[in-house]
Structure formats: structure tokens, C-alpha cells
């Protein structure tokens, strides 16, 4: 996943949130993400699930997910890659959230924002190796 690596921007996502809760409005976060094949393509699983939970706690947030895939692009990782690339360089703002592959962790490091002081100590605790290995999202 992919925040903008300037603090301001995660905290203005915080208020945008909270006003939008108290205005009644639903915000709408943009995610993008890359699939091998139909088989494999857990991303929209996963939206769905969200926008569901979302719905029925009255959370008023939407996952809007554009998904790479070989049905609507190439199905070449460099592809994804080189998007990433473009993406993070410009500083494009149309997507909240990316999903990336762990691979690419050194390679976008620098335009991600480090969640650690973000996530709960319980979380860490629960398993240090995974914890440990995804400082980064």
C-alpha cells in the first residue's frame, strides 16, 4: 500500500475523514493494484469485503480499485512496475492506496511513508518476523 510520503497528507486524510463522517458523506479512496491472472486476483476480494464492512458500520469510506490485469493491460510486472515508477516520480495524487509487491520495497522506499510509530504494539508482538519484514506499506 502507498500513502504520500509527507505527513500532512496522512493527517489530511484523517480530517477529510472525520468531516466527511460528520457531514454524512461518503469519501472515496482510489486504490490501484496488478494481477497475474483471474485465478490469483485476490485485490478485489478484498475491496469488496472493505466496502461491505464499510457499509454496514457506517464508516462512510468506498474503495474504488482499478486493477491491472491481462483482460484491460499488459500482464508484464515490468508494466506495473514501470506505472508504480511513473506514479511515485510525478507525485500523483489519484491513488490513496497501491498495492505493490514486497520486491519493490527498495526500489519505491523513498515515497512511502514509514507506518511504524502508526501500528499498535499488539500488532508487532504478534508475530516479529512479519512485522519486521514489512516496516514498510
Avoid at 19 to 36: D, E, L, R, V
Amino acid at each position: 500500500m502507498y500513502f504520500a510520503n509527507k505527513n500532512y497528507e496522512f493527517w489530511l486524510l484523517i480530517l477529510l475523514y472525520n468531516i466527511y463522517i460528520y457531514i454524512g458523506k461518503t469519501i472515496t479512496f482510489n486504490a490501484i493494484a496488478h494481477s497475474y491472472s483471474e485465478e490469483t486476483e485476490i485485490y478485489s476480494l478484498l475491496v469488496d469485503e472493505f466496502n461491505k464492512y464499510s457499509k454496514q458500520n457506517n464508516l462512510n469510506i468506498n474503495l474504488k480499485l482499478n486493477l491491472l490485469s491481462v483482460f484491460n493491460s499488459s500482464n508484464n510486472i515490468k508494466d506495473y512496475e514501470s506505472t508504480l515508477e511513473y506514479i511515485f516520480k510525478k507525485d500523483d495524487t489519484k491513488y490513496d492506496i497501491i498495492f505493490y509487491d514486497k520486491i519493490h520495497s527498495k526500489k519505491f522506499g523513498s515515497y512511502l511513508l514509514d507506518l511504524q510509530d502508526f501500528i499498535p504494539e499488539k500488532i508487532k508482538e504478534y508475530d516479529s518476523k512479519i512485522y519486521l519484514s514489512n516496516l514498510l506499506l
